[in-house]
């Protein structure tokens, strides 16, 4: 599964549109992007997922490049309940299994 | 909806005591899997379940073993628990093949 570097902090403020963006250079052509969110001491969350160009759903947004090598979490006007862990995650999916392989995630702070 | 279910929610074991960890995924969900998240760590696979069959293997200690049943619930036996294994444990389903897990609440173990 290819390995994934994403910030490992970041602060925001309530109101502001947030990008995290994530790095993952030995993405295989099957593989998918996929954000999962996890607030302390909860299960992680999906959020979003992607293969190419730009996904939106009613939470996130997300931007992928056209090589594929990186991709971005964009949150807009974010609120204090969106201070949460955001995990980067690249795997092919559709099998019999698709376990996720958490990296260091990414500790989003908003604040008032 | 109906989401995972976990229980205990929280369990405090003395050191070579075992504990039964329980899930029960989702209504329709045929796949379970079972994480580990230590104190500031990251969620780490364990093992899953499709069908009532083993379908993967993480870095699952050989002190830990765990069954799908009929019903698809699943349980995750831990003997000679060590002080190493307090943790949060989560229990994630989905649908074969499909990309999104939905994870539970998780099940903190305490070991003393």
């Known amino acids: 599964l290819a390995k994934t570097t994403q910030p490992i902090s970041m602060d925001s403020y309530e109101g502001q549109e947030v990008n995290i963006t994530c790095s993952h250079n030995n993405i295989a052509t099957n593989d998918y992007i996929t954000w999962y969110q996890q607030f302390p001491s909860q299960g992680p969350r999906f959020i979003i997922q992607g293969y190419k160009t730009k996904v939106t759903n009613e939470v996130a947004s997300l931007f992928i490049p056209a090589d594929r090598k990186s991709s971005t979490l964009s949150l807009p006007r974010v609120s204090l309940s969106d201070t949460a862990v955001y995990y980067c995650?690249?795997?092919?999916?559709?099998?019999?299994?698709?376990?996720?392989?958490f990296g260091t995630g990414t500790l989003l702070a908003v604040q008032p | 909806a109906a989401g995972v279910i976990q229980s205990p929610r929280h369990l405090i074991k003395e050191k070579r005591e075992t504990a039964t960890l329980k899930c029960y995924p989702i209504p329709r969900h045929d796949t379970v899997y079972w994480y580990q998240q230590g104190p500031g760590q990251d969620p780490q696979f364990l093992i899953s379940f499709y069908e009532k069959m083993q379908s993967d293997k993480g870095s699952i200690p050989d002190r830990f073993s765990a069954q799908q049943f009929s019903d698809y619930h699943s349980e995750l036996n831990m003997s000679s628990l060590e002080l190493g294994d307090s943790a949060l444990y989560f229990c994630?389903?989905?649908?074969?093949?499909?990309?999104?897990?939905?994870f539970g609440p998780g099940t903190r173990l305490t070991v003393l």
């Open positions: 995650l690249v795997g092919a999916y559709g099998g019999a299994t698709n376990k996720l392989i």
């Open positions: 994630a389903s989905s649908l074969v093949g499909s990309d999104t897990q939905y």
